[in-house]
């Protein structure tokens, strides 16, 4: 494997495996993927044109750099904190095996969302792969399928409801 096949690789598995390992509800750690993506394209635009107006004499390539940090950290940051806020939500082993589909969706998904923003060489490298033209045909199979996924973990998650089947005790 080629280093660029290794580092996409790694971009879509790790964090696969960091939520199976810590068994987080990957279907909300999705949706926070998704919402770091509404945020990178709402509000990392005017992030970067604040900072770089506060920061003294920043030199363009300087500022380029810093809006692709920018847009990685407002991705990612709902994904970080879901993780930490949702560590061992998942019990039991049917329900750890289920998480793996939507686990797939968060890694994929996030590497599809990440790799654009990656420093211009890495990013460059990883576009160029044969891997990443895979990847990009089946980007719309990738996002519909893990939605689809995720809602269904989900729906199936929900609470249990019914009035005769709680014990109640004296009071």
């Known amino acids: 494997m080629t280093p660029p096949v290794i580092a996409l690789v790694a971009i879509v598995l790790v964090p696969v495996v960091l939520l199976m390992i810590l068994r987080v509800n990957a279907a909300l750690v999705f949706l926070s993927l998704c919402l770091g993506d509404v945020l990178v394209q709402f509000v990392a635009n005017d992030t970067t044109e604040f900072l770089t107006l506060h920061a003294n004499q920043v030199p363009q390539q300087a500022a380029t750099a810093g809006s692709e940090t920018i847009k990685i950290v407002l991705l ?28 797939a969706g968060v890694g994929l998904l ?22 990443w033209l895979q990847v990009q045909r089946a980007q719309d199979l990738i996002v519909g399928a893990s939605a689809l996924v995720c809602l269904l973990v989900l729906w199936l998650q929900r609470p249990k409801t019914g009035g005769s089947s709680h014990k109640h005790g004296k009071h």
């Open 76 to 103: 990612l940051l709902p994904v970080v904190l879901t993780t930490i806020f949702m560590i061992r939500t998942i019990r039991g082993t049917g329900r750890l095996l289920l998480n793996l589909l939507p686990a």
């Open 110 to 131: 996030g590497g599809l969302l990440v790799v654009p923003l990656l420093p211009a060489g890495l990013s460059h490298n990883i576009v160029d792969s044969s891997l």
